[in-house]
C-alpha cells in the first residue's frame, strides 16, 4: 500500500512539472494585490494589474484578463498603459542648412506606467560634410529607476533611431526625500558631439484619475457611505479636501475658485456637489469636480473629432500612438514616405505626417522624381524597350531587371497624360533598329508608370 502511494504521488508530481513546462502561464504567480484597498494601490502591485471601478466587484484587482473573465464591463477597467505624444516637430521649409544638424521631433510628453516601457522614432538628418557612422546619443541626468536606450531603426541620412523609455517602479508612499517623485522630469537626448537634443517630459502614472473624483452618500454604498473609483468607504471623508477651505456655505462649494461660476457655468450645485448638464447627444458628457471638463470640446479634422485618432479628454485630444498635433491629424509612421532605394524620401526631402516634402526639384510621393533632371528617360528606356517591343539590351533580362516599371500601351502621342510635376515626356533611340520611341514616364510609390506609343518613329526627323 505504501508503495503505491510513492508512486501515485511521484506521478502526480510529474504531472505538475509538465503542465508547468507546457504551460507556463499556469505555473506563474499571481503577482496582483487582490486585496489591495484601493485603485491606487491594485495599479503600483505590478505593470499587469488593473482596477474595476462597477460597484460591488468582489476583487477589484486583477490582471486584466481575470477581471475580464470575473464579469467586469470593458467600460469599468482601469488598465493604464501610458502614452507618447509629440509636444514640439518643427522642420523648415526651406532646403536644410548643409551645416545644420536636424532632429525630429524636438519635444515629447510621456506618461510611463512603471514596467509598461513606450517608445517613438527620432529621425537625425546630419550635415552635408558629417562622415554618416554609428550615432551616439547622451541624455542629461535621469531619475533612479528610469531606464532610457537607443536602437537603429534605418542606418543612412537621415538616420532613425527608436528610443525606449521604462520606469521600474512607482515610488514608496513613505520616501519623503524627492517632493517630486513622480515627475513630470525633463530630460534632454543629445546626439554625441553635437549641441541641438531633444526634451523629453516624463511623468510617471501612480495614481488613478478615479481617485479624484467620488461621491459622499452614494445611493451605491446605501446612502451611508463614499463611493471612490467603484468601491465603498464607510470610515473617511474622501470628497471635502480643498472644498473645506472656503468658509462660505451653499454654492461657493461648487466653485473651482472665489469668482468662478458655479460648476464652471455647465451645472447646477445640489447639496454642496455639481450635477452636471446632461447633453442632448448621450455620448457628450461634462465631467470633473466642477464640471469643468468634457469630452467633446476638443479640435476636429475631416469632421472626426481628434481627427478619428484619439480620445477627447477634459478639452484636449489625446492622440493614440504613432498620431500628433492638437487635433491628432499628423502620423508619425513613416512607411508611406519609404523610397525604393530604404531611405525616408530618398534623402531628398523630410516625412512630416506620413508624407514627403521635397526639396526642388524632386517631387513625387517618395522624392524619386526629377523631371529636370538628366538621365530620368535614358535611366528607363531599355526596360520599356523590352517590356513594350520584346527588344533591346535587356530583353534577355526584362523580367528580372524591369519587374519595377509598368507599360501601357496607346495609338498615338496625343493617348499619352500630359507632362506635368510627376510625369515627363521621353523620346529616345532603340540601337537595336535606330527608331524612335515614343513614351511618358510617372513615378509611383512601387517603382514607375511608363505609357508607350505602340508605333516607333523610324523617320529621321526628331520629336520636337
Known sequence: MLYCNCRMAVKLLCLCLLLALLFPSWAKKQTCLTSASNCNECIQSGPECAWCTAPHTNTPCHTLRGLQRAGCPKSHIYNPQGRVQVVRNDSSTEPADAQALLLQPQELSLRLRPGVSQSFPLTITMPTDQPITEMIMDTSPVPAGLNITFGSIMKGNPLVIQVKVEAAQCPSESDDSNQNRTGPWSVHVTPKGFSQSVKLEISLECQCDCMRNCEENSPACFGRGTLVCGQCDYTTQHCRGELDSFSSPGDDRCRSGPNAPVCSGKGKCV??????????????????????????????????????????????????????????????????????????????????????????????????????????????????????????????????????????????????????????????????????????????????????????????????
Open 271 to 464: 447639496e454642496d456637489f455639481c450635477e452636471c448638464d446632461k447633453r442632448v447627444n448621450p455620448k457628450e458628457r461634462y465631467s470633473g469636480q466642477y464640471c469643468e471638463c468634457s469630452n467633446f470640446d476638443c479640435p476636429y479634422h475631416n469632421n472626426r473629432i481628434c481627427g478619428g485618432h484619439g480620445s477627447c479628454e477634459c478639452g484636449q485630444c489625446i492622440c493614440d500612438d504613432d498620431w500628433t498635433h492638437d487635433d491628432c491629424s499628423c502620423s508619425m509612421e513613416t512607411a508611406s514616405c519609404m523610397a525604393t532605394n530604404q531611405q525616408l524620401c530618398n534623402g531628398r526631402g523630410m516625412c512630416q505626417c506620413g508624407k514627403c516634402r521635397c526639396e526642388p526639384p524632386y517631387t513625387g510621393p517618395t522624392c524619386e522624381f526629377c523631371p529636370s533632371c538628366v538621365g530620368v528617360c535614358h535611366l528607363h528606356a531599355e526596360c520599356v524597350e523590352c517590356l513594350a517591343f520584346g527588344t533591346g539590351a535587356k530583353k534577355n533580362r526584362c523580367e528580372t531587371e524591369c519587374s519595377h516599371l509598368t507599360v501601357t500601351m496607346v495609338e498615338t502621342r496625343d493617348d499619352m497624360p500630359e507632362p506635368g510635376e510627376t510625369t515627363v515626356h521621353c523620346k529616345m533611340m532603340s540601337r537595336e533598329d535606330s527608331c524612335f520611341m515614343n513614351y511618358s514616364f510617372s513615378q509611383t510609390p512601387s517603382g514607375g508608370q511608363s505609357t508607350v506609343v505602340q508605333a516607333k518613329d523610324c523617320s529621321p526627323a526628331l520629336w520636337q
